[in-house]
């Protein structure tokens, strides 16, 4: 029997990752393997140097800390440049990098205590590229380079770019590296905002969001019968921006609540596609 933790990408809503990780790993509910995309790879990137309860505390005080300063740094020239065509985005990936080099805790993939693999897109092709070995801060910074946002990241001579654009909760290679048991842990998406968003960071963030927990419902959907699934459920109703740092605790602390609720109720494992679809709240 092989666990895999499957992690999807979300910007700031990946602060709801990191409270259903504490609640798992508090029930003794371990991954083998790891695989993630986008803020998905950056958590899961911590949890495979270290999946202890303290180790998942110091990841919690970390998202408690970001700022969207200091993980989109925007510029009025980097902005300005993008726009106009002469570069092919907007915002540096300079926040993230430096978030990586700080704390990651490997140099290399395949040096990661829990096997990790995160997931990115070919620029070229569109094809979804699966990062098992090699530099783990390009890996990772590659697989959360949000199109048009964030830079392309070059690896082994290939441009690739956030691994949500084509798989963003990664099922499928989960199930190719032989998990048997599979750990969905989806950010969800912001389902009760009371005003558009105002920057266009936050509408892009919106978008991409919405469009990718869609095609994760279709996958839980099209892999049921692969393997054991578990989508711990997504917070809902959630009114928080995917470009709004400031709610990481709030975020954490319920994800922590409502994944030990659902834990203890003995989740019936049907109809899991449906926690994701398009909803309204009246």
């Not at 990936?93 to 700080?102: A, D, F, Q, S, V």
């Not at 098992?132 to 290939?158: F, T």
């Not at 969800?188 to 960071?201: D, I, K, Q």
């Not at 994760?216 to 892999?223: F, P, V």
Request: aromatic fraction near 4%.
């Amino acid at each position: 029997m092989t666990t895999a933790f499957v992690l999807s990408g979300g910007a700031s809503l990946g602060a709801i990752e990191v409270g259903m990780l504490q609640t798992l790993i508090g029930r003794g509910i371990r991954p083998d393997l790891i695989v993630g995309t986008s803020v998905g790879a950056l958590n899961g990137a911590w949890l495979a140097a270290g999946s202890s309860e303290s180790d998942l505390r110091e990841l919690a005080d970390l998202w408690r800390g970001l700022k969207r300063s200091s993980v989109f740094p925007t510029g009025l020239f980097t902005g300005f440049v993008g726009f106009v065509g002469i570069d092919n985005h907007l915002v540096s990936n300079r926040g993230i990098r430096r978030i990586l080099e700080k704390h990651l805790r490997f140099g290399r993939m395949e040096d990661a205590p829990i096997p990790l693999h995160v997931i990115a897109a070919d620029v070229l092709t569109g094809k979804d590229v699966r990062l098992s070995s090699g530099p783990a801060v390009d890996a990772v910074l590659a697989s959360a380079a949000i199109p048009g946002i964030l830079p392309p990241v070059v690896v082994e001579g290939r441009a690739l770019m956030d691994g949500g654009v084509v798989n963003n909760t990664p099922i499928s290679h989960a199930i190719e590296l032989g998990a048997t048991t599979v750990w969905v842990l989806p950010t969800g998406y912001s389902c009760t905002l009371s005003e558009v968003p105002r920057s266009a960071l936050g509408m892009a963030l919106l978008g991409v969001t919405l469009a990718i927990n869609q095609r994760l419902a279709l996958d839980i959907e099209r892999y049921e019968g692969a393997a054991d699934i578990k989508v711990v459920p997504p917070l809902c109703p959630l009114d928080t921006s995917p470009a709004d740092f400031g709610d990481a605790d709030e975020l954490i602390r319920r994800a922590q609540e409502q994944t030990a609720q659902w834990l203890d109720e003995a989740p019936v494992e049907v109809g899991q596609a449906d926690l994701l679809l398009p909803h309204m709240h009246r």
